[in-house]
């Protein structure tokens, strides 16, 4: 498998919180509620979409680099 195949697409809600610099868990669904990240379910999982973290992250960086 090449790296494409293996890449994650969706990552658990501690996961996410660990590569968001240790956020809380509140402030995750802060960014949920928001539309800054997607999260979906699978059957009583939930996950955020690493799409949506890379967006998020990219978003954060343009705002830091304009200031």
Do not use: C, H, W
Not at 26 to 45: C, D, F, S
């Amino acid at each position: 498998m090449d790296d494409a195949q293996t890449e994650q697409l969706l990552v658990p809600i501690n996961a996410t919180r660990t590569r968001l610099g240790g956020i809380g868990r509140t402030m995750l669904y802060e960014l949920v509620a928001r539309g800054e990240l997607t999260k979906v379910n699978i059957g009583t999982r939930g996950f955020i979409t690493a799409e949506s973290i890379a967006a998020y992250v990219d978003r954060l960086k343009a705002v830091a680099k304009a200031s």
